[in-house]
């Protein structure tokens, strides 16, 4: 991570139980694109670093024979195992409390590798060469995120678009004007690069590719809450003895963007990078 910032494990502490219902999903044909461009074919080894609530490693559980998803906080962990016993997987999937630093971890070695939307928490360098490591020849490590750049409006659908530029001020109001993060803040954001650092650790590629998102949500005011008390820079315990006054006056800023209680919006499309663990290149012949 950037100098101005060290992990701690207050990052994502009490965020886990709002994930599932606050976070937006991933475009539908995720796990479709990469069955096809991964060829996978349900016999594979998938580690998935960062996996929070297992909310990726889960959605692509059925296209492999062995899932472990590793994340350093234990309240993600329970989720991922409650919701793995809720699908029936629990027999396939394994869920380890660890540091993507901590890797190898003696877990063996995969076919492929995803972090969604994780690797910015991270020291690149070190995790991509371990992650390279841990993968076989010609495994795949794969990046998945929202696609940024995308504008995604609420015209045409039936309910106020969520009020995030209002609410993000809230968050300013009760917790400063500098993002939160852990015990520390993020006056410049997380870091990005990621070409560049798996460039540097042998990966080859990356090759794109966009699933389209766009599909309408309708969403309730506990859905937005929840989204807000999912993310590291308004964790619930961030905000002290004065959570049930933040959260109070965050259900008032919605009950007035919207009387019903409903919110459209749009599901983001998903960007995928998938990069190659290229065979090393052969040394070259002796000369006469």
């Keep these: 991570m950037a100098a101005y910032w060290e992990w701690d494990a207050t990052l994502f502490s009490g965020t886990a139980p709002y994930y ?43 296209l492999f024979s062995d899932v472990v998803g590793v994340d350093p906080d234990s309240g993600m962990i329970a989720e991922a195992t409650r919701e793995a016993a809720e699908r029936g997987v629990t027999g396939k999937t394994q869920w380890v409390q660890a540091r993507a630093e901590d890797l190898p971890a003696g877990l063996g070695t995969f076919t492929v590798a995803t972090f969604g939307q994780s690797f910015h928490w991270m020291d690149q ?57 852990g015990r520390g803040v993020l006056p410049q954001g997380t870091p990005d690069g990621e070409a560049t650092v798996l460039t540097r650790a042998g990966f080859s590629g990356p090759q794109r590719h966009v699933v389209p998102g766009g599909q309408a949500l309708t969403r309730t005011c506990d859905d937005v809450v929840a989204g807000v008390f999912s993310m590291s820079f308004s964790a ?53």
Aim: hydrophobic share 40%; glycine share 8%.
């Design 236 to 288: 619930p315990h961030l905000f002290g003895p004065r959570r049930d006054d933040f959260e109070a006056d965050l259900r008032r800023l919605l009950r007035e963007a919207s009387p019903s209680g409903r919110f459209s919006e749009r599901r983001p499309s998903t960007e995928v990078f998938v990069w190659w663990n290229a065979p090393a290149e052969p040394a070259p012949a002796p000369t006469a």
């Design 20 to 62: 599932r219902r606050g976070r937006l999903p991933y475009a539908p044909g995720l796990a479709d694109v990469l069955a096809e461009v991964l060829k996978l074919d349900r016999r594979g080894r998938l580690l998935d670093v960062g996996c929070g609530p297992g909310t990726l490693a889960l959605s692509l559980a059925h």
């Design 125 to 181: 360098d070190l995790v991509a060469a371990t992650v390279r490591d841990m993968l076989q020849p010609g495994g795949t490590l794969v990046h998945i995120s929202d696609l940024k750049t995308e504008t995604r409006t609420v015209d045409g659908l039936p309910h106020p678009a969520v009020p995030y530029a209002a609410m993000e001020e809230l968050v300013r109001h009760y917790l400063g004007p500098v993002r939160r993060a």
